[in-house]
């Protein structure tokens, strides 16, 4: 990930205090308890009052909700409670996304394949059915929700007020739709919700990316595996990610070596991408390999309107002014470091740099 996002606080995350409260105060409490909206839900008021008016009045697009809250109940009344306190531990892993990015030893993010090995495969669908579709436009859309968490619409444009690059952050080759677009981005879930339960409406793990980021590349990999829970026997660690909304600076440094002189027939096997720092190496190595950027990276310097362009713009265009290639070396090494993302200067200048070295130029 070439830059962090500025998380920003909204109404919606009413809905993941909500989804808290169900699990923690319902559910982890169903024992010797009948299903009852009124005294289950007599300590969130708002929410008692949402699943009323859902029950009366908008069961179309909450069916799944109101099964899944007294289906899973059922479920937590025949577990023993070594199995809610892992189940605990579980949902807390799961839902600090952070930690589970930096693969820390005090969380346990576990899967809906994990839950099936250690509970069973019933109760682990009865969760998938249940958080899966927590984050379905039907469901937010609906009065008795929107009404109190507010619209993902305006969330996204005042995420866009605070996040203004303009570029999406998981390649830095791409736009994303800002403030002054009318359509916006889709959110990705970076942890996938099909694979993790607990955290679907969690806005920490809702990230907006390009849609080639999103639909072409990561679609629903998971960018923590190899995942295995080490609470589970045969278990292995997993791979460290990027955490999208970190307050950790750092810097993504590019290095390109070129293994051909002729520029007019540049393939990307004549391309070899290096990133840095090496402190951040496994976290690199993850991002490269979710969004496909080593390919992607290739492409573009090979590409007639990018690499290829580029060059053109050092041999023809600055020449004709009588200037040389190191001006405009020198010119582009400035706005790189003023503007890294415009006209994908933080890719131009190392491919660049990299045709320099080769004695591109030197005609």
């Known amino acids: 990930m070439l830059f962090p996002y500025t998380y920003i606080s909204y109404s919606m995350e ?98 809906y394949a994990d839950i099936s090995a250690a509970i069973s495969s019933e109760f682990s669908k009865h969760l998938k059915d249940f958080y899966k579709n927590l984050y379905s436009q039907d469901f937010l859309a609906l009065e008795s929700i929107k009404n109190r968490v507010g619209d993902i619409d305006e969330h996204y444009q005042r995420f866009m007020s605070i996040n203004k690059k303009g570029k999406c952050p998981f390649c830095g080759i791409n736009i994303m739709k800002g403030i002054y677009h009318t359509k916006r981005e889709a959110y990705d879930h970076y ?110 310097c090979c590409g007639e309107s990018d690499g290829k362009g580029w060059i053109v713009q050092v041999l023809d265009e600055w020449k004709h002014d009588g200037r040389e290639p190191d001006e405009f070396l020198k010119t582009l090494s400035r706005q790189t470091r003023n503007t890294p993302y415009c006209d994908d200067n933080f890719l131009k200048k190392p491919f660049l740099d990299a045709c320099q070295k080769r004695g591109l130029f030197e005609v």
């Open 191 to 300: 942890l996938p919700k099909d694979k993790y339960p607990f955290n679907s409406i969690n806005f920490y793990n809702l990230v907006p990316a390009c849609h080639e980021c999103n639909s072409s590349y990561k679609l629903s990999i998971n960018p923590l595996l190899p995942i295995k829970n080490p609470l589970i026997s045969g278990a292995s660690e997993g791979r460290k990610a990027f955490y999208p909304f970190s307050s950790n600076t750092y810097s993504i440094k590019i290095e390109m070596v070129l293994s051909t002189s002729n520029w007019n027939d540049i393939s990307p096997d004549d391309i070899q991408i290096n990133m840095k720092p090496n402190s951040l190496r496994e976290m690199i190595d993850t991002w490269l390999d979710v969004y496909g950027i080593d390919e992607r990276y290739k492409a573009k």
């Open 14 to 111: 009413n809905m993941q205090s909500y989804i808290d409260y169900i699990f923690n105060n319902v559910w982890c409490k169903a024992k010797n308890k009948k299903y009852d909206v009124n005294s289950l839900f007599k300590g969130n008021k708002e929410l008692k009052d949402i699943i009323i008016e859902l029950d009366t009045s908008e069961l179309k697009g909450a069916e799944f909700f109101l099964k899944g809250l007294q289906l899973i109940f059922e479920d937590f009344k025949s577990l023993k409670p070594a199995q809610i306190k892992l189940l605990k531990h579980w949902y807390q892993s799961n839902n600090n996304i952070e930690l589970c990015c930096l693969r820390d030893s005090s969380v346990s993010p576990v899967t």
